[in-house]
């Protein structure tokens, strides 16, 4: 069962897949700006956060104008993907994802702020995926802000 950690506060749940906050233990395991940029420009740069929680639940926190905008999880044992848009901007939070195999997609998070999606896919146990999470205009547009690609994480147990 994917859980989604969002701030530190409980996340509604999504039909049948008990989605809520993570434990409070989840420890930051990277924290970086994706760019660098003089003083004044600084506060409107993306940042973004990676965690991974005892479960094995690693979720990127995207930041865009020091404000949280989306988070996106991956659940190995399960093959899940979260996303959750937490503002209401008129923009879809979507988590794309790639394998050490080949394989990719989207999942994506389309009605609006204050929303999750869950996403499961079959993907093959043993292998690697890494994900990254970003806020656009619309199924193909530019991002506004993006993470940058978590690490390697291994698929199943």
Not at 59 to 75: E, H, S, W
Not at 87 to 108: E, F, H, I, M, P
Request: charged share 20%; glycine share 12%; net charge positive.
């Amino acid at each position: 069962m994917l859980k989604l950690r969002i701030a530190g506060v409980a996340v509604a749940g999504v039909a049948g897949l008990g989605v809520s906050a993570l434990p409070a233990q989840a420890a930051p395991v990277q924290t970086a700006p994706v760019q660098t940029a003089p003083a004044a420009a600084r506060a409107a740069q993306p940042t973004a956060s990676v965690s991974v929680n005892a479960k094995g639940i690693t979720c990127i926190d995207l930041y865009g104008n020091r404000k949280l905008v989306a988070t996106g999880c991956f659940q190995s044992n399960g093959d899940d993907i979260g996303v959750r848009d937490h503002r209401k901007d008129g923009l879809r939070a979507v988590v794309t994802w790639r394998t050490n195999y080949g394989r990719s997609g989207k999942c994506q998070e389309t009605r609006g702020g204050g929303k999750s999606t869950i996403c499961n896919y079959n993907m093959k146990k043993g292998k690697k995926v890494q994900f990254k999470v970003d806020v656009r205009n619309g199924a193909n547009g530019r991002p506004k802000y993006s993470s940058a690609y978590s690490p390697w994480l291994s698929i199943g147990k």
